[in-house]
Antibody, heavy 119, light 110 residues
Framework: QITLKESGPTLVKATQNLTLTCTFSGFSLSTSDGGVGWIRQPPGKALEWLAAIYWDDSERYSPSLRSRLTITKDTPRNKVVLTMSNMAPVDTATYFC???????????WGQGTLVTVSS | QSVVTQPPSASGTPGQWVTISCSGDKSNIGTNTVNWYQQLPGTTPKLLIYSNDQRPSGVPDRFSASKSGTSASLAISGLQSEDEAEYYCAAWDDRLTGPVFGGGTKLTVL
């Protein structure tokens, strides 16, 4: 059974950087088991894909946020870290960690963590 | 404004058959497969349909989906109160080189 859980600050100030960690189990990023990604959802709004990292060390980023995002993996510890720089109030959202099997869909999702950006 | 569009709302009565549309273009739905996610109120999104029309294990066969050209649709037969949720379609976009989500459709069971 695959599980993922997000951790990180619930409140950050504008201009600060956000670092979120996804800790997962049930699969490994050392084999061809796909990858781990991040999706966010502002309150009452739609889903937005942010980034993903795969077993072969490849990385993908949302073009609109590419300059602000960095995704890394700690394979032995089954962790993936997302860093987003220069946070602003519009970045307030629930951030989900997801398992990306590499076929285009995401399953399962972590429980999500709400990050609020204060001005 | 999402590159993939869905109606913001849909509704039906218990037992009814309802459909939710998802419209894109040749860079996303026209070229790649469509996936659907269900987000029950206050919960995490769940994969409902993958590869246009495939149901993961555990998803009732009341849920079905199809794709034609640059559009896709999700159908729910025998609507139940527990189907009240937000539904999102998604597809890879070759131009944006990443997955794109529709804006979501809030389904209300009257």
């Amino acid at each position: 059974q695959i599980t993922l859980k997000e951790s990180g600050p619930t409140l950050v100030k504008a201009t600060q950087n956000l670092t979120l960690t996804c800790t997962f189990s049930g699969f490994s990023l050392s084999t061809s088991d796909g990858g781990v990604g991040w999706i966010r959802q502002p309150p009452g709004k739609a889903l937005e894909w942010l980034a993903a990292i795969y077993w072969d060390d490849s990385e993908r980023y949302s073009p609109s946020l590419r300059s602000r995002l960095t995704i890394t993996k700690d394979t032995p510890r089954n962790k993936v870290v997302l860093t987003m720089s220069n946070m602003a109030p519009v970045d307030t959202a629930t951030y989900f960690c997801i398992h990306d099997p590499g076929f285009g869909w995401f399953d399962p999702w972590g429980q999500g963590t709400l990050v609020t950006v204060s001005s | 404004q999402s590159v993939v569009t869905q109606p913001p709302s849909a509704s039906g009565t218990p037992g009814q058959w309802v459909t939710i549309s998802c419209s894109g273009d040749k860079s996303n739905i026209g070229t790649n497969t469509v996936n659907w996610y269900q987000q029950l109120p206050g919960t995490t999104p769940k994969l409902l349909i993958y590869s246009n029309d495939q149901r993961p294990s555990g998803v009732p066969d009341r849920f079905s989906a199809s794709k034609s050209g640059t559009s896709a649709s999700l159908a729910i037969s025998g609507l139940q109160s527990e189907d009240e949720a937000e539904y999102y379609c998604a597809a890879w976009d070759d131009r944006l080189t990443g997955p794109v989500f529709g804006g979501g459709t809030k389904l209300t069971v009257l």
